[in-house]
């Protein structure tokens, strides 16, 4: 791939911070895996947010920055435990004080999704000047690795559909943990103010970016991509009952941000047909 705007000659991002949020991750952070990110992809940059860990998560977590170069690993403590979408929140807005990224993004401190699948968003978002955000999207698809449980699946698909009938979003998953953005005043704008949700709080961030947006622009600027691999790790925070109230928390969220008309009836209702049949 040739250079691009808010690339280096080599195609590749001049900066980006990646924002790892942490909750109890002492049994399952991969500490030597992102080691490695940081040795292959010297444009790499990792904020790492524990939220209030009980364990030794913390500990961990400065252990780490302390073996990577200097630099590249930024730790940030919350007090309290505020959830996930407080903590990557938290960690974006630090991402943006004081350094000059190109890229940002959040990444689930799991690995569910691989760090290998990182140049594959990053290149997806260079491609084109007028993508600003790129998702992860968790597709079984022949070709590609998705291990995911079928109960979680099929209450995900439950969840994406409740999601496109309410909010008018035409995304078929809005949960996975991998998203990078292009560094915009939309998005500086979009953080401003803590999320109402602790759940779907990926959803209220695409609310409140459509929002500051013209009809029509998520066409050309939102991006959802498929991974290659994916697989379920034990230990998620998401409990069963996360989703029975999630039509809860998108009342909520379509009451206090109303309904973003960005799609057709005849379209919501082919996307809703296709993630039922997946």
């Excluded at 490695?36 to 947010?49: G, H, M, N």
């Excluded at 890229?103 to 689930?108: H, P, Q, T, Y």
């Excluded at 929002?211 to 991509?225: D, F, I, V, Y």
Aim: a positive charge; hydrophobic letters at 45%.
């Amino acid at each position: 791939m040739g250079p691009t705007h808010g690339a280096r000659g080599d195609g590749s991002p001049r900066e980006l911070w990646l924002v790892v949020p942490c909750r109890d991750e002492a049994r399952r952070l991969d500490s030597m895996a992102f080691l490695e990110a940081l040795r292959r992809w010297p444009w790499l940059r990792l904020c790492l947010v524990d939220d209030g860990s009980t364990d030794g998560t913390l500990g961990l977590l400065h252990a780490l920055a302390e073996q990577a170069p200097q630099g590249r690993v930024r730790v940030l403590s919350l007090p309290d435990n505020l959830g996930k979408g407080e903590a990557v929140r938290a960690g974006l807005l630090a991402s943006l004080s004081g350094a000059s990224p190109d890229i940002v993004g959040f990444w689930d401190a799991d690995l569910s999704t691989p760090l290998d699948a990182l140049p594959l968003l990053v290149d997806t978002m260079l491609a084109d000047p007028q993508r600003e955000i790129v998702m992860g999207s968790r597709v079984k698809l022949l070709g590609l690795r998705v291990e995911r449980r079928r109960r979680r699946h099929y209450g995900g698909r439950v969840v994406a559909t409740l999601i496109s009938l309410v909010l008018g979003l035409p995304v078929y998953d809005t949960q996975c943990g991998a998203k990078l953005f292009r560094v915009s005043p939309a998005l500086r704008a979009v953080l401003v103010e803590p999320f109402l949700t602790r759940w779907l709080f990926d959803v209220e961030l695409l609310v409140r970016w459509l929002q500051l947006h013209p009809a029509g622009a998520w066409q050309t600027a939102l991006c959802e991509l498929p991974l290659p691999v994916w697989r379920h790790v034990e230990g998620s925070k998401v409990r069963p009952i996360d989703a029975l109230l999630a039509p809860r928390e998108l009342l909520r969220i379509r009451r206090h941000y109303g309904r973003v008309s960005v799609i057709s009836a005849s379209s919501a209702g082919q996307a809703n047909r296709t993630g039922a049949m997946e």
